[in-house]
T-cell receptor
Framework: GAVVSQHPSRVICKSGTSVKIECRSL??????MFWYRQFPKKSLMLMAT?????????EQGVEKDKFLINHASLTLSTLTVTSAHPEDSSFYIC?????????????FGPGTRLLVL | GQSLEQPSEVTAVEGAIVQINCTYQ??????LSWYQQHDGGAPTFLSY??LDGLEETGRFSSFLSRSDSYGYLLLQELQMKDSASYFC?????????????WGLGTSLAVNP
């Protein structure tokens, strides 16, 4: 099956620093990648949708200057949490939709657990 | 607006059958997906229904009735490893985009 990787899997940082999370589709080309945030025991909250080569579309209430998304290639998207604060601590998950095959299926990365001290 | 409802918790025993229901209210409905998520892990895709009827994949089956805005995930021959959260997600057309809205998840506990 399709594989999506995320790096890092876990990061602890100080308040005020920026953190970059990478999402890669390893064995397929992803025209669209999604970034989600999930709090413990809660559902996934879509933050933004990114299409390769164009600007990301952010969901209502998500600050685009706070969460910078770059989708530079068909296999890589990055999320940068700028000037992180403790309330940004969460589980961040990316998913990718294949450019071919069963286009309605999203493949999820393993997630990145961010803790801001 | 768009909304989904699914039970918050379900408990069953090993070997049993359990059904997790999902009702939705959406405009521009396109299809219903089910995902499984174990604690601390990422969601994994289980099934997708765009048309009415039953889709079977091994021990798991998913059903959709578009006229009733209703679907369910059926898990048979339950195993301990099936203890996880199960999310239904509806794909719908939003203007020129196709979006996905997630339910709040059903926590399934399988007991010996």
């Amino acid at each position: 099956g399709a594989v999506v990787s995320q790096h890092p899997s876990r990061v602890i940082c100080k308040s005020g620093t920026s953190v970059k999370i990478e999402c890669r589709s390893l064995d397929f080309q992803a025209t669209t990648m999604f970034w989600y945030r999930q709090f413990p025991k809660k559902s996934l909250m879509l933050m933004a949708t990114s299409n390769e080569g164009s600007k990301a579309t952010y969901e209502q209430g998500v600050e685009k200057d706070k969460f910078l998304i770059n989708h530079a290639s068909l296999t890589l998207s990055t999320l940068t949490v700028t000037s992180a604060h403790p309330e940004d601590s969460s589980f961040y998950i990316c998913s990718a939709r294949s450019a071919s095959g069963r286009g309605e299926t999203q493949y999820f990365g393993p997630g990145t657990r961010l803790l801001v001290l | 607006g768009q909304s989904l409802e699914q039970p918050s918790e379900v408990t069953a025993v090993e070997g049993a059958i359990v059904q997790i229901n999902c009702t939705y209210q959406t405009s521009g409905f396109y299809g219903l997906s089910w995902y499984q998520q174990h604690d601390g892990g990422a969601p994994t895709f289980l099934s997708y229904n765009a048309l009415d009827g039953l889709e079977e994949t091994g021990r798991f089956s998913s059903f959709l009735s578009r006229s009733d805005s209703y679907g369910y995930l059926l898990l048979q021959e339950l195993q301990m490893k099936d203890s996880a959260s199960y999310f239904c997600a509806v794909r719908y057309n939003a203007g020129n985009n196709r979006k996905l809205i997630w339910g709040l998840g059903t926590s399934l506990a399988v007991n010996p």
